[in-house]
């Protein structure tokens, strides 16, 4: 650094806080480190007795916290994001569409562990709204080393760290199984709850249809839908492991290959993940979707509504995490199921 003086200081950048005092008024910083002196600046360093500043000496090789935060921007922001100003070294990234985060995980590790610079996000694989705040970045001293930021950006490679994928309108068919419900016994309460769930991301549900266990009649159903033009379909009931229980069997029957039945989460133990030509999710529900507020379908929905590609590594990850400790006041997704 530098010494200055006050009056011929504008544009340079002040490396260390400057604290104002007025008696019985106030006492607090009114120039943090890293503020660039502008002229309307001059006035009021000079009432608080700075003649003369400290300031920032470029050096080459070394870049400011404010040009550094720029960069570590850049590594993260894609589609579907703005950037708030830079300010002391630090850069938010706001959700400019609604859609699914996503995160390169291991590389923001390794850019972390870089030292003297931080990114901090939601976690990945969640929903986001737009004006949502999905991270923000810092340099943490006033100047960095130009070849860090560069090891950084190597780091990252050419595709940012994050990204927003938009959801997309889909239709959907339900089928609910079960003689209990297909006979009239009971009511149907399955139905509803899903047509809300797939309410929060405007899916067209095409119709839903109620049969009894008969396999064969349930990949019928399946398969008409998909004619009818479903992109998504959601069977439930029929999920358990007792003899009447024949989803996942008539599921399969359809032809399409299933990914996991069974997912280490709570609730959703008896969940199915299957795709019909590789490519349209069947999806097989068990019980608690009726009753619990959030679930693993709850999980897996925003994947399948951007078209990620659910993997038996994917299902299998969920376990950590996966307990939903069934809060009285649910503020999911702002909490630990499923992260």
Known sequence: MKKIKTTEAVGNVICHDITQIIKGEKKDVAFKKGHIVTEEDIPVLLSIGKDNLYVWEKKEGMLHENEAAEILCKICKSDYMSATKVKEGKIE???????????????????????????????????????????????????????????AVKL?????????????HKKAGIVTTGNEVFYGRIKDTFGPVIREKLAEYNVEVLGQKILSDDPKLITEAIKDFIKEGAELIICTGGMSVDPDDTTPTAIQNTGAKI?????????????????????LPVIGL??????????????????????????????????HGGLCLSCDICTFPNCGFGK
């Open 93 to 151: 990234l706001i959700a400019a569409e609604d859609g699914l985060f996503k995160i390169d995980i291991e590389k923001l590790r390794k850019i972390n562990s870089l030292g003297e610079m931080m990114i901090a996000t939601r976690h990945s694989n969640f929903p986001v709204k737009k004006g949502d705040k999905l991270a923000g970045t810092r340099i943490i001293p006033l100047v960095i080393e130009q070849k860090k930021m560069d090891e």
């Open 156 to 168: 990252a490679g050419d595709k940012p760290l994050m990204e927003i994928l938009p959801f997309i």
């Open 259 to 279: 990914v996991s039945y069974g997912a280490p989460v709570l609730p959703g133990a008896m969940f199915l993940l299957a795709y019909y030509n590789d490519a």
């Open 286 to 319: 068990p019980g608690c979707v009726m009753y619990a507020k959030r679930t693993i379908f709850d999980l897996v929905l925003p994947r399948v509504m951007v078209n990620d590609k659910i993997t038996l590594e994917d299902i299998a990850n969920l376990g």
